[in-house]
């Protein structure tokens, strides 16, 4: 069945399997289910994009086709076009490609959709990236992810200048009637998604603050109703 970004119930936490144990990855997406979390993040690192390395070299092949959440991909790679599309046959939901790779690899916003085909199309921007240079890319996708951390692991402290950039992009895609969904992605905690959210995100993404705590599911349910 296809699963429907537009569907989630929002604002909705997506919990990052990098904070997962990386042993059991389907137990730990089962555990985010069981939770009630009705969508989950894979964070894949090439090395090069980011200093570090994850979910690049097959790890998730065996979870990602028969994942029961809403699938969010998360590219920190230099190729976003050539892994986004190994990704899509995995059967992705939404794939998310950097902006500073997109533009270092000059690719055109409007060609996104045709060179990854997956459900959904999602772009990020690291913390240092105007949010301005969203602007080509409103009308050809579905998802923006703000970081606030610089991206490449986890475990690091939310930026607070992340929340004005939350929202300016709000901002941009109410003024341009964009059907655009926000999710903020590094160092959300039961403080800083109090904030992100009344700043107009839709959708958390949280690794360390849920996974290797035994009251997960608590954990989960305060990000959202405080
Ligand atoms: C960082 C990743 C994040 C990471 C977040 O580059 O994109 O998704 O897992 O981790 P926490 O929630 O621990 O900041
Ligand atoms: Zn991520």
């Known amino acids: 069945m296809m699963k429907d970004l537009f569907s989630l119930k929002l604002p909705a936490v997506s919990p990052s399997l990098l904070a997962a144990e990386q042993d059991h ?3 730990e997406i ?3 289910a069981s939770a009630g979390a009705e969508i ?4 894949v690192m090439d090395g090069s994009f980011v200093p570090a390395t994850s979910f690049f070299d097959g790890e998730v092949d065996a979870v990602l086709p028969s994942c ?3 699938s969010d991909v998360h590219l920190m790679v230099d190729d ?3 892994v986004g599309a190994n990704f899509a046959a995995l059967g992705a939901d939404a794939i998310t490609v950097h902006l500073e790779a997109l533009e270092a690899r000059g ?12 459900p959904f199309i999602g772009v990020s921007l690291r913390p240092g990236t105007p949010v301005e240079r969203l602007s080509p ?4 996708v579905d998802l923006i992810l703000l970081m606030s951390v610089e991206p490449g692991k986890g475990g690091q402290k939310f930026m607070e200048e992340s929340l004005p950039r939350a929202r300016a992009i709000k901002k941009m895609i109410v003024d341009g009637g964009h059907k655009i969904l926000l999710s903020i992605d590094g160092g959300i905690n039961d403080m800083t998604a109090k904030k992100a959210i009344a700043s107009g995100v839709d959708i958390l993404v ?19 109703h405080g």
């Open 137 to 140: 890319y409103l009308p050809y």
């Open 25 to 27: 990855l389907a137990a």
């Open 40 to 43: 989950i993040h894979f964070d």
């Open 80 to 82: 976003p076009i050539g």
């Open 107 to 118: 690719i055109d916003p409007k060609d996104l959709r045709k060179l990854i085909p997956s």
């Open 206 to 224: 949280a690794g360390s603050y849920l996974y290797g705590h035994s009251d997960f599911a608590s954990r989960l349910r305060g990000l959202i």
């Open 30 to 32: 089962q555990k985010a």
């Open 68 to 70: 029961p959440l809403f």
